[in-house]
């Protein structure tokens, strides 16, 4: 029976099947660590059904399933897989560290190298580092608290900011989030800031806004310059912290996407490829707020405690500050416009096929997000109501059976190893999937 005669369900159900096959080595190593991990894993983002794929080895962007079968890696570990899987340079940055001895438990040589080439690149006064962007955003909020001596926190509905300060909608918080005081908004909703900036309950007590410039997690899709300039005249009229979440944004522009939009927070948040593919976050901005972290002050102000036993770790210091010199102005550029062509490539493809309406693309350079469902105007939050899939998933498993692999959730990072022949196999598989399944689109 031909692919056009069958439906949806059907070609998911026969694609399930030749997954499962396909790949007895991960099905049972999956299997095993279910009976030690809830659903064999220990980040909930891996999880795909019926079981996820077990890597044993990767290079450059082709990763290595348990199973032998390569995928080219358009995924690049949620972003933070900037460099590939094995870059020459971060390779022999690390080995020389693990040759040298780690655990310190001291100040080691790096870090302050480090912290200049990330207050540099993205114009921060101060900086600290921590484990992880969950971290830096957790100890941003505790800051603008400490700072402003206020309560309430603004987030945006779709936005995410770690596994504890997730936003999906307007209405609907992540029962796991840290209890602040937190108020949700509407993305890209300017009256909505208007109203806001003329409750004095709510700006008397706002001590901080946190905002991604483009919601990773919510679609790729991006707040408009007005929008971020009327965020920035609310924190300025109310004394509260202005905070840009770049722990994703931040590759999209070599100052980050802020300095692409020229609007400046207060405080910015980083994390994922920074250290090369090791573990990292940061926060930094103002001196005048970072100073709470200054023990040797002798201005009589408030000190706090930022601790974290692997804050300075020499792997990720020594292979961040390498990280940091391989990624030239030229190398991040180039890669962003890999990615934009791409998207609009693909884009094009969906309006060949005549199911722009059904499948679309969004994002910024190197970023990007494929919808399946009910293209409307709104946002993220307004679209996901409307999503389809089944169709989503069918697409994953389609690429998956022809070597590339991606986010179950059809989300792309490239890499600065990509080059126009990946991004053709990409679009070759799509467009071959639309011969195949356009007809289960319409
Ligand atoms: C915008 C944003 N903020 C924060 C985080 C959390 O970072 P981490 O996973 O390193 O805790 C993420 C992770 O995807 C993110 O996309």
């Not at 957790?138 to 608290?145: D, G």
């Not at 970072?290 to 408030?302: H, L, P």
């Not at 020594?318 to 550029?333: N, W």
């Not at 994953?396 to 590339?404: C, E, L, P």
């Amino acid at each position: 029976m031909t692919s056009e005669l069958r439906t949806l369900s059907e070609g998911l159900s026969d694609a399930i099947s030749d997954y499962v096959s396909s790949n007895p080595v991960s099905k049972s190593n999956h299997d095993k660590a279910s009976e030690y991990f809830p659903a064999g894993n220990t980040r909930s983002v891996l999880y795909t059904s019926p079981f996820p794929l077990t890597f044993v080895s990767a290079t450059g962007i082709t990763l290595t399933s348990a199973d032998g079968s390569t995928y080219l890696d358009f995924l690049s570990e949620y972003t933070a897989g900037l460099f590939g899987h094995s870059n020459e340079r971060i390779k022999k940055a690390i080995q020389d560290v693990v040759e040298g001895g780690w655990v310190l438990g001291g100040i080691g040589q790096w870090e302050g190298l480090f912290a200049q080439r990330i207050c540099e690149r993205f114009g921060l006064q101060r900086c600290r580092f921590t484990n992880s962007g969950t971290e830096a955003n957790l100890m941003t909020i505790a800051v603008a608290k400490a700072v402003t001596k206020r309560k309430k926190i603004l987030v945006f509905g779709g936005g995410y900011h770690g596994s504890v300060l997730a936003f999906p909608d307007v209405d609907s918080q992540s029962p796991m989030n840290v209890p602040h005081d937190f108020i949700v908004g509407p993305y890209n909703d300017i009256k909505y800031i208007k109203t806001l900036q003329e409750d004095p309950t709510t700006t008397g007590d706002l001590a901080a806004i946190i905002v991604e410039q483009m919601q990773g997690a919510g679609g790729c899709y991006t707040a408009s310059n007005d929008f971020l300039q009327s965020l920035r005249a609310l924190a300025d009229s109310t004394g509260a912290i202005l905070v840009f979440d770049e722990v994703m944004t931040s590759r999209l522009h070599p100052g980050g996407l802020q300095a692409r939009n020229g609007i400046k927070p207060d405080m910015t948040t980083l994390g994922k490829y920074l250290a090369g593919g090791s573990s990292f976050g940061c926060f930094g901005g103002k001196e005048e707020i970072m100073r709470v972290f200054n023990e040797a002050r002798s201005d009589g102000g408030s000190v706090l405690s930022h601790a974290g036993t692997f804050n300075n770790n020499v792997i990720s210091m020594r292979a961040g500050c390498v990280a940091m010199e391989i990624l030239t102005d030229e190398v991040l550029e180039n890669m962003n416009k890999l990615g934009a062509g791409m998207r609009e490539k693909l884009n094009n493809l969906f309006v060949k096929y005549g199911v722009q309406e059904k499948v679309w693309a969004t994002g910024v350079g190197s970023l990007m997000a494929i919808h399946f469902g009910e293209r409307k105007g709104g946002e993220w939050t307004e679209y996901v109501k409307a999503r389809n899939k089944s169709a989503e998933e069918l697409f994953w498993f389609w690429m998956i059976k022809n070597g590339v692999y991606l986010a179950r959730r059809c989300f792309v990072a490239l890499t600065i190893e990509h080059r126009a022949e990946h991004i053709e196999q990409f679009l070759n598989s799509t467009e071959e999937f639309l011969e195949a399944w356009s007809h289960v689109l319409q």
